[in-house]
């Protein structure tokens, strides 16, 4: 099956720090890729769509300019962010969209983010 | 507005059969997908109904009723590493295949 790896897998930080978390699929090109979040205990909420070429369309409610992300290639999707604060800690997932039969999403193990 | 729901928690016995369900309110419908998810790692795809039915695949299957809004994942001859979240999610009429999931149903399954 096609395979999406993240990096890093997990990540401390001091509040106000940057952090950028990469999510590449390995053995397919994928010119969609999602980038989600998820609570404890909660289900994945789905905080952008990130499109190889052109700018990332954000669901309501997630600030742009907070979460940058950039689709630099065909197999590369990243997500940066930006002045981190604790309440940003959370584990981030990414998908990459493959055509297959179903046109699933392949997940990312994610990245446990800790903002201290 | 939409909205997916499971049932929050479930437990089964080793060699049992379990049925969760899910039922689904969204704007305009592609698809249905149930993915499994360990606690700390990522979903993996389980299966796919676009038609009304039941789709088999070895000890698991799906069933959707797209007139209902309602799908169910039947898990067959649990074993114990069956214990994890089962979420279920409909891709829905969003463009650039986006799926809005539930908020999953953790099953504990006990020996």
């Known amino acids: 099956g096609a395979v999406v790896s993240q990096h890093p897998s997990r990540v401390i930080c001091k509040s106000g720090t940057s952090v950028k978390i990469e999510c590449r699929s390995l053995d397919f090109q994928a010119t969609t890729m999602f980038w989600y979040r998820q609570f404890p205990k909660q289900s994945l909420m789905l905080m952008a769509t990130?499109?190889?070429?052109?700018?990332?369309?954000?669901e309501q409610g997630v600030e742009k300019d907070k979460f940058l992300i950039n689709h630099a290639s065909l197999t590369l999707s990243t997500l940066t962010v930006t002045s981190a604060h604790p309440e940003d800690s959370s584990f981030y997932i990414c998908?990459?969209?493959?055509?297959?039969?179903?046109?699933?999403?392949?997940f990312g193990p994610g990245t446990r983010l800790t903002v201290l | 507005g939409q909205n997916i729901d499971q049932p929050t928690e479930m437990t089964a016995t080793e060699g049992a059969i379990v049925q969760i369900n899910c039922t689904y309110q969204?704007?305009?419908?592609?698809?249905l997908f149930w993915y499994q998810q360990h606690a700390g790692e990522a979903p993996t795809f389980l299966s796919y109904n676009v038609l009304d039915g039941l789709e088999e695949k070895g000890r698991f299957s799906s069933f959707l009723s797209r007139s209902k809004g309602y799908s169910y994942l039947l898990l067959k001859e649990l074993q114990m590493k069956d214990s994890a979240s089962y979420l279920c999610a409909v891709e829905y009429s969003g463009g650039y295949n986006k799926l809005i999931f539930g908020a999953g149903t953790r099953l504990a399954v006990h020996p």
């Open positions: 998908s990459a969209l493959a055509e297959t039969v179903y046109n699933e999403q392949f």
């Open positions: 990130s499109n190889e070429g052109s700018k990332a369309t954000y």
């Open positions: 969204t704007s305009g419908f592609n698809g």
